[in-house]
């Protein structure tokens, strides 16, 4: 693959995540202006996680059936005119839709990129084209706070945080016009169909299961958010069963016959589950607590930002020679930092420029280099299964990671916040030691290309 076709790809995952954080800080903004309750603003701003994280399974299938280049086509249009859509909204309403059909353009293009790689790049490179893609999703998680603090305070053309969120749309627009440079790529012949009970169950499982988790807090858990918690995990179940019955299914069960991508979508989802909190939790409690301004908001969190551009730089390096270990001391070293804050936001400026330094830079190194770890070596007859599974998995994380964090924060302040972030690091670290094992190998030590030759249940 062309690194001009590489920019593309990479480009698109910036935006993407860049446009789940950059509402942290503008959240507050937006409600003045608009007039909206606290409720609609949560909704505007975990809205785009909703539609995101439900959309991924299938929309990875999509890919196989119809081709990846266009599928990441009709997502990048649909999340660029929903990115001006919610720049442009006169009310919240109009930006809360927009957000999430945001959120469903994002997620349709997110596995064709994983997909692309894994199809395009050959496997000898491919490690260190997924490790780019692992530093870009590290930067790009802590570039929507810094770039909507700078733009909140300076407030350039009067836009305020419309300006923030609009930053997609030029991305977009280019990525749309150079698209042409992408290969085609598509799934294995057997993908000529999509299940449509597989995209029905999956779909409405993942919204029961994420709405709740969104809103619930807010919402003060009333009756409805169990009952739809209970009922989504009912309806994935179903379709984990279904997905080994069907003939053409949404996920193909031989994806997880590896025990090292087993492992490695666990260990994203509990990373995960406490990355996208522990970020939120810091700015809401510079800005409530401690009652800080956007900008020197910004400008607190910023050794963290550029603790992680050092840690996606020599995150590459760290995975070829250590290999899942430094995933694991990554991960104990954000567990580390967690319990270290509270004394950290007490004491000088420098103890807690070192603390969030060191544990951005853990940060970027577990993020910079998890996907590749997991995804090199997957077969191409699978690839879009996992390609699917392992971003729904980091969004799934993230979501309950908030909605625990945000009980355990309002329950007992940040410092038992912190206690909850140290212990989903600890379990997360415990979860990559089973990444030890080759590639190759399964529970039965039955090898890839056995599993893949075995024949499907009708």
């Not at 003939?247 to 090292?260: C, I, K, Q």
């Not at 290999?323 to 950290?344: N, Q």
């Amino acid at each position: 693959m062309r690194p001009a076709a590489q920019a593309v790809l990479l480009s698109g995952t910036f935006v993407q995540l860049m446009s789940v954080t950059v509402m942290q800080l503008a959240v507050p903004r937006i409600r003045h202006d608009l007039a909206a309750g606290s409720g609609a603003g949560q909704l505007a701003l975990v809205g785009y996680t909703l539609t995101y994280a439900c959309a991924l399974i299938t929309a990875a299938r999509l890919g196989d059936r119809f081709g990846y280049r266009r599928v990441f086509v009709t997502g990048t249009a649909v999340f660029t005119l929903a990115s001006l859509a919610a720049a442009a909204a006169p009310d919240i309403g109009t930006l809360v839709v927009a957000r999430l059909v945001q959120g469903a353009g994002s997620g349709l293009v997110a596995p064709q990129i994983l997909s692309l790689i894994q199809a395009a790049v050959p496997a000898d490179r491919r490690a260190g084209v997924l490790g780019r893609y692992g530093a870009t999703m590290a930067v790009a998680s802590l570039a929507g706070p810094l770039c909507c603090g700078v733009l909140l305070h300076f407030d350039p053309a009067r836009l305020g945080w419309r300006l923030a969120l609009a930053l997609p749309v030029p991305v977009g627009i280019v990525s749309l016009a150079l698209v042409r440079i992408l290969p085609v790529g598509r799934g294995p012949a057997d993908a000529s169909r999509v299940d449509p009970a597989g995209a029905a169950l999956s779909l409405t499982g993942l919204i029961l299961l994420v709405l709740p988790l969104t809103v619930g807090q807010d919402a003060g858990w009333p009756a409805w958010t169990w009952a739809s918690l209970a009922l989504g995990l009912g309806l994935l179940a179903a379709f984990a069963v279904a997905q080994r019955r069907v003939r053409h299914p949404l996920v193909r069960p031989e994806a997880l016959t590896a025990s090292r991508t087993r492992w490695g979508i666990g260990a994203v989802f509990l990373f995960n589950a406490g990355i996208p909190s522990f970020s939120l939790l810091l700015s809401l409690h510079l800005q409530g607590a401690l009652h800080r301004d956007p900008l020197v908001t910004a400008l607190t969190v910023a050794p963290y930002a550029l603790g992680a551009l050092l840690g996606s730089a020599v995150a590459e390096a760290a995975a070829r020679r250590f290999g899942a270990a430094a995933l694991a001391a990554a991960s104990a070293g954000l567990a580390a930092v967690s319990l270290l804050l509270i004394p950290a936001l007490a004491g000088p400026a420098p103890l807690l420029w070192t603390v969030l330094g060191a544990g951005g830079f853990a940060f970027g190194i577990f993020t910079a280099s998890a996907f590749s770890l997991v995804l090199n070596r997957v077969p191409v007859p699978v690839a879009s299964s996992v390609s699917g599974l392992l971003p729904t998995a980091q969004q799934l994380g993230g979501t309950l990671g908030v909605a625990l964090a945000g009980v355990v924060y309002a329950a007992g302040a940040l410092d038992a916040a912190m206690g909850y972030e140290a212990v989903v690091f600890l379990l997360a670290a415990a979860a990559t030691a089973r990444l030890r094992k080759p590639a190759a190998e399964t529970p039965g030590g039955v090898s890839w290309t056995s599993s893949l030759s075995r024949p499907k249940n009708c």
